[in-house]
């Protein structure tokens, strides 16, 4: 199996030129063939990574951290200081509370996908 990556193929003096690196193989078995990936990479869960964020020393101090910053009117200068995070509720229900608020800081976590 081979990359089909093609970089910017909208470019007019370059042709669709896929990027070919080679991503597995076939491995034969006993009866069979099998894909042995060329590179693996490290995946861990969020169950996984939250245990591990709780045992750090001071993590939950950590996650008041919003409760006493300095707030400037004007300026968005974190998430904080968004709409979102300010008027996020826990249900559908717009008379429900607040998620991020002062009582449930250190457990109600916002996850946030990043993806390059
Ligand atoms: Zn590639």
New binding site residues.
């Given amino acids: 199996m081979k990359?089909?990556?093609v970089e910017f193929p909208n470019l007019a003096t370059r042709r669709n030129r896929q990027?070919?690196?080679i991503l597995s193989k076939q491995v034969p078995t006993i009866d069979r063939f099998k894909l042995k990936f060329k590179l693996v990479y490290r995946f861990a869960g969020i169950r996984q990574q939250l245990k591990a964020f709780y045992n750090r020393p001071n993590f939950e101090n950590f996650l008041r951290y919003w409760l006493n910053r300095t707030n400037f009117a004007e300026i968005l200068s974190d998430i904080y200081d968004g709409q979102i995070w300010k008027s996020f509720k826990e249900t559908n229900d717009e008379n429900s509370l607040n998620f991020f608020r002062n009582e449930t800081a250190d457990s109600h976590l916002g996850l946030m996908i990043n993806l390059d």
Avoid: N
Wanted: overall charge neutral; hydrophobic content about 0%; aromatic content about 0%.
């Fill in positions: 990359c089909q990556h990027c070919q690196t």
